[in-house]
């Protein structure tokens, strides 16, 4: 599955995909700032992915990870009122299952509505989505564009998909001001 177009919806998901690898390795690490060895894993991931001799990590690993946060909103970290919310939204054509669902305050759910992920945040806040939130996204439109035939069509030429293609980012802040989940967020505070 060769991407060559930097114009092709591939080509962004993927670098988009590999600039969330590097984020979250970052992160993980407790690094402030990207270094030589981030650069790295990014440039390997992305060359194997547009090859196809990579692929997203397995969907499991999400649901073990998913498990293991506590029951909060992925975005604001409220721990009342809590509803489900399909990262893609349904009625936009995100899958109603539990890969693309998570836990999410009334509040949250309500302004996101069916809006895309990355159109309803960067609208609404001013800060970087939680890695986690981007990570099931981006799978989620990987999925769907693979299995629609859309991985080799140019992003200008597709309208009205579940997903907002020109608000996916394809670069990311430095890690400092990143945060996996905000249950990571708050112990990163405390341990500081």
């Known amino acids: 599955m060769k991407h060559e177009s930097d114009g092709t919806i591939g ?14 390795m970052a992160v993980n690490n407790g690094d402030a700032t990207y270094s030589q060895k981030h650069y790295m894993i990014r440039s390997r991931l992305l060359a194997g992915l547009k ?3 990579m692929a997203p990590k397995s ?9 293991a946060l506590p029951q909060e909103c992925i975005y604001c970290g409220q721990t009342e ?10 009625n936009r054509g995100g899958a109603d299952v539990g890969d ?14 069916d809006k895309d992920l990355f159109g ?19 799978k989620q439109a990987i999925a769907y564009c693979v299995s629609h035939d859309l991985m080799n069509r140019q992003v200008t030429d597709v309208d009205q998909e579940p997903f907002a293609f020109r608000s996916i980012p394809t670069s990311f802040p430095e890690p400092r001001l990143l945060r996996f989940s905000p249950y990571h967020a708050r112990r990163k505070e405390a341990d500081s």
């Open 120 to 138: 309803w945040w960067f609208q609404t806040r001013d800060d970087f989505p939680p890695l986690f939130v981007i990570r099931i996204y981006l």
């Open 51 to 53: 090859r196809g001799t």
């Open 11 to 24: 080509a962004l998901l993927f670098r988009s995909y590999a600039n969330l690898a590097m984020a979250e």
């Open 100 to 113: 693309n669902a998570v836990w999410a305050c009334r509040r949250c759910n309500s302004s996101k509505g």
């Open 59 to 67: 969907l499991m690993r999400d649901q073990r990870i998913r498990m």
């Open 81 to 90: 009122n809590l509803t489900i919310d399909h990262v893609v939204a349904t």
